[in-house]
């Protein structure tokens, strides 16, 4: 009997992560993977770098997209793709990540080719639709057949828009992913590598989120903050951000960085004194390496990790960041836990179960 044969669709750095213990899974599921790259990352240091640390499977091909307005790009993706699909061996579901512009791309070509699509970090809300990535979300999971949610709050968020089909809550790929390469970071990387400042003596920033990089005094509030801060800051900066810095000189104690690999990053995350952050994935990746977080938008689609105190949304003005980089936090409720096994091993065993 032929075995059953998944499309994966990356495109985005946090996409390459989530694929890692995925990946893995269905391999041992004995489920065959076809991997398209949509070039949304080209730069080596966010994309190639990832396959290579995480040994990932080499993409079947590459739709080389690049950059451009979220239109352009969604639709670059879908042209490019559904060509692919369309001259390639067929499959028989395509899996797509997180909230990224491959991610509805993909969905949307997916569904209308009939092909059913799965969504691994389904369910997820920030209930602020200018974010693209809400939007992306949305779509994605009304286009889905499978729906795998890392936490309870995710499967109760897509019952509330009337999806209870097809939709498992299995835990959080990104906290497997971080589990399996920790102990491999902290062996490979030490952190004086990267930094002569000491553990938990310096905070560690990354902004990417257009709110923050395409509002000029936004931007020059969040470095005049990190200024301000009585330690040293590490800031790993995404391409979009330094495009956006036009004008703006890095404080004395703001140590720009180039854009780091994966396992850099749980290097820097797990021995900073707290993190200051506009991304998803690194207010879940300080929760559960135990780093106090200051989310520097005003909302997050991570609300467990909120309890107490342990991350702090803000609009991030400078009086803000001083005021949160000082608040204190209690102790623990952990988040993202599989409810069986490991949440990649429960999508795989899902799957292998409903195509068997
Ligand atoms: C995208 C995702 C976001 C995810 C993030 C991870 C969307 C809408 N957003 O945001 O959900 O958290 O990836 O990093 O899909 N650029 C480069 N080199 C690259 C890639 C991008 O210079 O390799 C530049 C582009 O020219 C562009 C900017 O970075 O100006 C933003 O890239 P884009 O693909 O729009 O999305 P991200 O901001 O990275």
Same mark, same amino acid.
């Given at each position: 009997?032929?075995s059953t ?7 985005a750095?946090?996409q ?10 269905l391999?041992s599921?004995?489920?065959? #993977? ?7 990352h ?5 994309s190639?770098?990832f ?5 990932l499977?080499e993409p079947?091909?590459d739709?080389?997209?690049g ?6 790009q969604t ?26 512009n491959?991610t ?8 209308k ?15 602020n639709?200018?974010?693209p ?7 994605t ?26 939709a498992?809550?299995c835990?959080? =790929?990104m906290l #497997?992913?971080?589990r ?14 990267f ?15 257009p709110?923050?990089?395409d ?5 020059a509030?969040?470095f ?6 009585d330690c ?9 951000t ?13 140590? =720009? ?10 290097t ?11 991304s998803?994935?690194?207010?879940? #990746?300080?929760?559960?390496?135990g780093v ?10 991570w609300?467990?990790?909120l ?11 400078p ?17 993202? #836990? ?11 065993r899902i ?6």
């Amino acid at each position: 009997m032929e075995s059953t044969h998944v499309c994966t669709v990356v495109g985005a750095r946090p996409q390459f992560i989530k694929s890692a213990p995925v990946s893995r899974a269905l391999e041992s599921a004995g489920i065959r #993977e076809t991997v398209v790259h949509t070039g949304q990352h080209f730069d080596r240091e966010l994309s190639q770098i990832f396959f290579d640390e995480l040994g990932l499977r080499e993409p079947r091909v590459d739709l080389s997209v690049g950059s451009g307005t979220h239109a352009w790009q969604t639709a670059s993706i879908m042209m490019r793709l559904e060509d692919y699909l369309q001259g390639a061996p067929p499959c028989d579901l395509v899996l797509v990540y997180g909230d990224t512009n491959s991610t509805v791309a993909a969905a949307l070509v997916a569904a209308k080719l009939h092909i059913p699509v799965v969504h691994v970090e389904a369910g997820l809300r920030s209930f602020n639709r200018d974010m693209p990535e809400e939007i992306n979300r949305i779509v994605t999971d009304h286009l889905s057949r499978w729906l795998f949610c890392p936490t309870e709050t995710a499967v109760q968020n897509l019952a509330q828009e009337g999806i209870t089909r097809g939709a498992y809550l299995c835990g959080d =790929v990104m906290l #497997e992913a971080m589990r399996m390469f920790t102990e491999k970071a902290r062996a490979d990387l030490p952190l004086e590598l990267f930094t002569s400042c000491r553990p938990g003596e310096y905070a560690l920033a990354t902004v990417h989120r257009p709110a923050n990089t395409d509002n000029h005094a936004r931007l020059a509030g969040i470095f005049e903050g990190l200024g301000a801060l009585d330690c040293p800051v590490l800031m790993p900066l995404h391409p979009r951000t330094r495009d956006r810095m036009g004008g703006i000189s890095p404080p004395a104690n703001v140590m =720009v960085l180039p854009p780091m690999s994966y396992l850099a990053m749980l290097t820097l995350t797990q021995h900073a004194k707290r993190i200051f952050t506009d991304s998803g994935g690194l207010q879940k #990746e300080a929760f559960w390496l135990g780093v106090p977080c200051v989310t520097l938008r005003p909302e997050t689609e991570w609300p467990e990790t909120l309890s107490n105190g342990w991350n702090r949304c803000i609009n991030p003005t400078p009086a803000a960041i001083a005021s949160a980089a000082a608040e204190p936090y209690g102790p623990q409720l952990p988040f993202g #836990e599989a409810p069986a096994g490991t949440a990649s091993s429960e999508i795989a065993r899902i799957l292998s179960e409903a195509l068997a």
